[in-house]
């Protein structure tokens, strides 16, 4: 189960009023993106993607974070009913499913570092989580950017980025091109398809 697209904008704006920053605009552009590349992909729904886009970051709504936002996104969704957009909270951070690949502090409890663990070893990734990954990595407040701009602004924030994380990066952007029969970076600067023409 998923929130309609106005639903999920009207999440997202209220999120943002209360912990105003410029993921709110990344998170809009995470979601354009994801929606021009699942037009072109068979089997992907562009509306789903849209919307799981729009909600990836939504546990920011609970003030400035690093993992905690994966957890709160998680738990806000969930509470909601919102099964499908909370896993998109947990796994977009995690292409690598290794707690030490993320970049940024843990600032989580045990509890929640033991919650998170447990998702990393069970959970099963699909077309969707990938997704989010990719989109996450080329999504800037300002719109879409290559993969090594992306990059070397968040190693500029905090300090590292991890080569193994990079590569998966430069694997799924390759895995997405190859579903698309096209460039990345020219499929999320086109306008999207409508459902009827893939």
Not at 86 to 103: E, G, N
Request: hydrophobic content about 35%.
């Amino acid at each position: 189960m998923l929130p309609q697209r106005k639903e999920a904008l009207a999440m997202l704006e209220e999120a943002s009023a209360l912990n105003p920053g410029p993921w709110f605009h990344h998170s809009l552009v995470a979601a354009d993106c994801a929606e021009k590349i699942a037009a072109r992909c068979p089997g992907l729904d562009a509306e789903k993607a849209y919307i799981l886009g729009l909600l990836h970051d939504i546990g920011r709504r609970y003030g400035f974070s690093y993992l905690r936002h994966v957890i709160d996104g998680y738990d806000y969704l969930m509470a909601l009913g919102y099964e499908e957009a909370a896993k998109i909270c947990l796994s977009h951070s995690f292409d690598i499913k290794d707690l030490s690949s993320y970049v940024g502090k843990q600032d989580v409890t045990q509890e929640q570092k033991d919650r998170i663990l447990q998702f990393l070893q069970t959970a099963v990734y699909d077309d969707y989580d990938r997704l989010i990954q990719v989109c996450d990595s080329i999504a800037m407040p300002h719109g879409p950017v290559d993969m090594e701009t992306r990059m070397m602004d968040v190693k500029k924030r905090y300090g590292s980025y991890p080569q193994d994380k990079w590569k998966k990066h430069l694997e799924l952007k390759k895995y997405f091109e190859e579903k698309m029969g096209m460039d990345l970076y020219t499929a999320v600067s086109c306008s999207p398809l409508s459902q009827n023409s893939r």
